[in-house]
């Protein structure tokens, strides 16, 4: 069956065909493509098309599909069993590989998916400051968690609306949504509210909004409004962990904020290497909250599952190596650099930029700061470069608001693949 054939049966059984609403191309419109295979930088579809890929499962694929470490991992802990509800030594070895690179945690959780790890963090967070309210930026997504599906209304700070039917305004009463960037719409939520707020949540790259950087100032101000009214600072790192760096988007932080820590991080994607595994995690004292030791109940039946420990642990044994990161962030800045110039060249208005892995750009002349700058860059251009790209086997996220990845499987002819299709498609944009 063909891409459209398979697109039209799945619409049968499948709301939308999808089990995943982005991946139904809405935003940038034609028939999705249904992949058969993937092997290191590539994907072939239904049809036998083949593309390069940047989308990279949206993150986890940090090695490239096949990679044969990790391949070896998982076949070798599947014949051993896929699940058992029971503790195993894998675990502890993923919880400690994962408390080894980031400083901030002691102690994690594992669970299946970011969406579950965010929704727990919240939970964690109330339950160890006895308090309710929650701060989210508009343009951050934390997975669909009731609480979290929430934007603000005119990029003023107003308690949100729900973003979604079927969740009731009373669940999100207590979610307050401010613009990304914003010092103004914070300090003024804890100068109104500073006694009830539980914790600040941010992706400190955010990539559901493409790529935007929160403002290093931005940063450290929230660490201090936090510390002086007890609340907790919670780092969303579903997309940015192990991506951006070995020591994740904090490290990258605590760079320019010297002792820069988050109280809970929240990780997914890469620390599963394709595999549905997420984790949270904080100090040794906020995590006593959780149970079996706290009354924060948190659980999980296939949470900590051994083939996808086994995944996890084989990938960030790889990404650990010397110079990983580095090579990973060259590829990528050249990339970016490339996609650039050309855009230049063409005459057409584009910014780009990158950390680690991970990259964004706009059919715009200057950087994005929050939500409502990256919903006025040029959708049409977008599109229509999408689809250029896609008709000349590149796969790019399909939609303005998210981030693209590079993994270290692409290689120099990948790259220059990539930016000669980009030419093609420019000149005609
Ligand atoms: C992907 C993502 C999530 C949700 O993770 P799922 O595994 O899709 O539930 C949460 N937060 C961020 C920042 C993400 O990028």
Known sequence: MNNA??????QQVIPGGVNSPVRAF??????????????????????????????????????????????????????EGFSYGAPTEREVELAEAIIAQVPSIEQV????????AGMSAIRLARGATGRSKIIKFEGCYHGHADALLVKAGSGLATFGHPTSAGVPAEVVQHTLVLEYNNLEQIEEAFRTQGAEIACVMIEPIAGNMNFVRAQVPFVKRIRELCDQHGALFVFDEVMTGFRVALGSAQSVFAKAIPGFKPDISVFGKVIGGGMPLAAFGTTRQIMQNL??????????????????TACGLATLK??????FYEALGAKTQQLVAGLTLAARDAGIPFVGDSEGGMFGFFFTSELPQNYNV????????????????????????????????????????????????????????
């Open 5 to 10: 054939q398979l697109f039209e049966r799945a």
């Open 374 to 429: 990256v919903m006025a860059t040029d959708k049409e251009r977008f599109n229509r470069f999408f689809h250029g790209m896609l008709d000349r086997g590149v796969y790019l996220a399909p939609a303005l608001y998210e981030a693209g990845f590079v993994s270290a499987a692409h290689t120099d002819a990948d790259i220059a693949a990539t930016l000669d299709a980009a030419r093609a498609v420019f000149a005609t944009l």
């Open 109 to 116: 959780r594992l669970v299946s998916s970011g969406t579950e």
């Open 291 to 308: 149970a079996p030791l706290g009354p924060v109940y948190q659980a999980g039946t296939l949470s900590g599952n051994p083939v996808a």
């Open 318 to 323: 790889e990404i650990s190596k010397p110079g």
């Open 26 to 79: 809405r935003a940038v419109g034609g028939t999705p493509r249904f992949i058969a295979r993937a092997q290191g930088a590539c994907m072939w579809d239904a049809e036998g098309q083949k593309y390069i890929d940047y989308i990279g499962s949206w993150g986890p694929m940090i090695l490239g599909h096949g990679h044969p470490a990790v391949l070896e991992a998982v076949l070798s802990a599947a014949r």
